[in-house]
């Protein structure tokens, strides 16, 4: 890799102040005084681009600098570009062109060759009648006047065990109904002659099935629901307000004024502007009309709790409509908040927090100890709820054969490794690992594992665009003493492990709540994510701890046999996890 912990570092500080350039341009309100919903996904969307310029140029800059003999570049450019959608995909090649633009700042000769970049033809479906989705909405505000007579909880997805949260909650409080709240953006896809059929039917249907409250068929939804709410034909067809529109207007000229969008000479503020001309704007104002709805929805329905996982975008205002309207509405973050170690990592964590825990809901539940330290230092403005794991870490049920079916040798010691290969859209500079170091690390964990008679790793897996099983297999060794984990649930599979190997992960703090000690190891070593005791040396005696952090692989053998052998016979016990959970003593319910 040319990027450097140094290169991460300035990368990571560059795009912070750009970002903060950018938020103190922008003045967006709608008619019912929201503002942070639309703010918080404005920066979020432009951080996409932003960071993904700054990615391409420092890597070019620091492999210009490594190879200080080279005479020309080889430019390979798309013949077309296209900067819709809100962030980067597939269909956005831009290496190519900044390649060419620091070899002309850098006075290198340049060979250009130009490819067909082929992109699906957009915005061509045809588009529902207006007639069809005014009878949608006519169903969905039926819906609405019968929902407000009873008594429901409101979730903004069923997604990371969320629906598992809401099912206790409903076990506690049998007059409690759950409703999801469903297709929370549209796009021109979803505002299409299918799509609006399809939504029609399924509103006409859910209109029905809560008027003689008949629970959602199987087939429709497994997560035993009795309402599924489609906003999307009341979104579309409510209006952008002139005045919403004039101050997203005046916001993005103040940010053509900007002279922020440049490193190392490369100027890249062309595809920034042209982003939000063509993909962030149109989102807002998409976003505008949502919220519009979502206001309609919260206000008239009065929900006895909604609950999300995150606050971005259309769940971002669900917080902030919420907070207006006196309602109980609670974020549970599906990440975890470890106090900072450095300027660089406060920044990331704090910018990261704003879409899950540091949010406009007026409620917050709290789920680890190492969160309640966050957000006090933080001066979190809503209300704290002390729950423990949620979203995250609780074992609701486990597959005892989860080895078996992995091939798992009998009698071996389980290595879990979890990490998390991001794409492109959410690059994080300091606290992310590159795809580079993910590998990386794995290869040196096959061949620490290779050493040692009892142990066996296991790789969760999760297949991206960007790295798929095929790709990351080809990279690995070849060796009888690890298995690629993809289909297992990672609970079933982390309550069967020994340890858990893991750079910045909320892995790692799953694992201590089950009492499973972790190894932070990764990204260079350029970060210790959790309070952790460092491995230095060959130390003697090995002392316990819940979390290890190691820099030097060439002592990844002798700290992995050193944690088995000392948790062996003897589990983490609750002194050595009290600084990262939450007393069961302490611990509240939702409502």
């Excluded at 062109?97 to 130009?114: C, D, E, G, P, S």
């Excluded at 819906?143 to 065990?161: W, Y």
């Excluded at 000479?265 to 042209?274: A, K, R, T, Y």
Aim: glycine share 2%; net charge positive.
């Amino acid at each position: 890799t040319y990027l450097s912990n140094e290169s991460h570092i300035s990368s990571s500080r560059t795009l912070n102040k750009i970002l903060d350039e950018c938020e103190s341009k922008l003045s967006l309100c709608d008619e019912n005084n929201i503002k942070e919903s639309y703010r918080f996904t404005f920066i979020y969307s432009l951080q996409a681009i932003v960071s993904y310029c700054i990615w391409i140029i420092e890597i070019i800059h620091q492999a210009y600098k490594k190879h200080n003999n080279i005479k020309e570049f080889i430019c390979l450019t798309p013949d077309s570009i296209y900067h819709g959608g809100e962030y980067i995909n597939n269909s956005q090649k831009f290496a190519g062109i900044l390649l060419n633009r620091y070899a002309q700042a850098h006075n290198v000769k340049t060979l250009n060759f130009t490819f067909s970049n082929t992109v699906s033809e957009r915005g061509n479906e045809q588009k529902p009648p207006k007639r069809l989705l005014t009878f949608s909405r006519f169903f969905y505000q039926r819906t609405l006047k019968i929902m407000s007579k009873r008594k429901f909880l409101a979730l903004t997805t069923v997604e990371r065990n969320i629906d598992k949260v809401a099912r206790e909650l409903t076990q506690e409080n049998p007059e409690l109904e759950i409703a999801q709240l469903s297709k929370l953006e549209f796009t021109s896809k979803t505002s299409s002659l299918k799509s609006a059929l399809l939504s029609l039917v399924t509103q006409f249907g859910v209109f029905f099935l809560v008027l003689f409250k008949i629970k959602i068929p199987r087939f429709i939804s497994k997560k035993n629901l009795s309402a599924i709410v489609e906003i999307a034909a009341d979104a579309i067809l409510r209006q952008n307000s002139s005045s919403f529109e004039e101050s997203l207007k005046n916001s993005t000229i103040e940010l053509k004024k900007l002279e922020s969008f440049s490193l190392h000479n490369v100027l890249f503020d062309d595809f920034v502007h042209l982003k939000i001309k063509e993909g962030i704007t149109p989102k807002i104002k998409e976003l505008e009309k949502i919220t519009m709805s979502l206001f309609n929805f919260l206000e008239k329905v009065q929900p006895k709790l909604t609950l999300s996982i995150d606050s971005i975008s259309a769940t971002c205002s669900i917080g902030e409509i919420s907070s207006k309207l006196g309602l109980k509405s609670t974020i549970i973050s599906h990440g975890s908040h470890p106090l900072p170690s450095c300027e660089t990592s406060e920044n990331e964590f704090k910018r990261l927090a704003r879409g899950l825990i540091l949010t406009p809901y007026p409620f917050a539940a709290i789920q680890s100890k190492l969160a309640l330290d966050f957000v006090t230092k933080y001066q979190l403005k809503s209300q704290k709820i002390l729950t423990g794991p949620l979203t995250w870490g609780k074992l609701f049920q486990t597959d005892k054969n989860v080895l078996n079916k992995l091939n798992v040798p009998v009698g071996k010691k389980v290595i879990l490794h979890a990490g998390t290969s991001k794409q492109r859209p959410f690059v994080r500079f300091f606290m992310y690992e590159t795809l580079d170091e993910y590998i990386q690390t794995i290869i040196e964990l096959i061949n620490a594992v290779d050493k040692m008679n009892n142990a066996f790793l296991v790789i969760k897996f999760r297949p991206r665009t960007n790295l798929s099983l095929d790709d990351l297999r080809s990279a690995l060794p070849d060796s009888p003493n690890y298995v690629i984990s993809i289909e297992e649930r990672f609970l079933d599979v982390l309550a069967k492990s020994d340890l858990l190997v893991s750079y910045s992960s909320t892995t790692m703090e799953e694992a201590i709540e089950n009492r499973i000690p972790v190894l932070q190891i990764g990204a260079q070593g350029r970060m210790q994510y959790l309070p952790a005791i460092k491995i230095t040396d060959r130390q003697s005696p090995f002392e316990r701890s819940s979390v290890y952090f190691l820099k030097d692989y060439s002592l990844l053998s002798f700290t992995i046999e050193n944690i088995l052998n000392t948790f062996g016979q003897k589990p983490l016990e609750d002194s050595e996890i009290s600084e990262y959970k939450i007393p069961n003593s302490q611990r509240a319910s939702l409502l």
